[in-house]
T-cell receptor, first 114, second 116 residues
Framework: EPEVTQTPSHQVTQMGQEVILRCVPI?????FYWYRQILGQKVEFLVS????????KSEIFDDQFSVERPDGSNFTLKIRSTKLEDSAMYFC????????????FGQGTRLTVV | AQTVTQSQPEMSVQEAETVTLSCTYD???????LFWYKQPPSRQMILVIR??????QNATENRFSVNFQKAAKSFSLKISDSQLGDAAMYFC?????????????FGKGTKLTVNP
């Protein structure tokens, strides 16, 4: 069964460093998302991406964050200068079409900023 | 703003028994989708069941069913014949569309423990 895959599963980085979280969505999906879950809290929407551009972003997704789909298969989330409060589980998700379908989630990347 | 509320931070159930997890939401839209996601200790988010708001019939997936009360904006999940593998965090989620984009709005989750 096709699935969304994320790498790495766990990343530790020093505050101020740049990190790139990688995702390979399901191949025929058109909509891509990043969500974040701070430990013990609810899952929060970060950004949605369609047709090679951001379609919506939350207030969490500030100038330190960026996304891109560099080669038609990978979907990346970059945090330019990490802060302690960026420590969280980051989930990539994809869906085949709009509104009528659920999002399929990857297994997540645990980011720890020290 | 759309919100999703799960009033039970934790629930427990005996193996083989039935448990119901509560979820309420707030929206001004008439057409939307509701989902229950399961997050086991592996942390992956797994879809359990979904409900289209325009459908009056409650969704069912094997041992999982929902009680969707649109007027009350309530969307509870019933797990029958609970199994040890059902132990997980359960998140209720609402799917909205704004300006052509989409996002899921999640509740804070309910931690389900299944006792042998």
């Amino acid at each position: 069964e096709p699935e969304v895959t994320q790498t790495p599963s766990h990343q530790v980085t020093q505050m101020g460093q740049e990190v790139i979280l990688r995702c390979v969505p399901i191949s025929n999906h058109l909509y891509f998302y990043w969500y974040r879950q701070i430990l013990g809290q609810k899952v929060e929407f970060l950004v949605s991406f369609y047709n090679n551009e951001i379609s919506e972003k939350s207030e969490i997704f500030d100038d330190q964050f960026s996304v891109e789909r560099p080669d038609g298969s990978n979907f990346t989330l970059k945090i330019r200068s990490t802060k302690l409060e960026d420590s969280a589980m980051y989930f990539c998700a994809s869906s085949p079409r709009t509104f009528t379908t659920e999002a399929f989630f990857g297994q997540g990347t645990r980011l720890t900023v020290v | 703003a759309q919100t999703v509320t799960q009033s039970q931070p934790e629930m427990s159930v005996q193996e083989a028994e039935t448990v119901t997890l509560s979820c309420t939401y707030d929206t001004s839209e008439s057409d939307y989708y509701l989902f229950w996601y399961k997050q086991p200790p592996s942390r992956q988010m797994i879809l359990v069941i979904r409900q289209e708001a325009y459908k009056q019939q409650n969704a069912t997936e094997n041992r999982f069913s929902v009680n969707f009360q649109k007027a009350a904006k309530s969307f509870s999940l019933k797990i029958s014949d609970s199994q040890l593998g059902d132990a997980a965090m359960y998140f209720c989620a609402y799917k909205i569309t704004q300006g052509g984009s989409e996002k899921l709005v999640f509740g804070k989750g309910t931690k389900l423990t299944v006792n042998p």
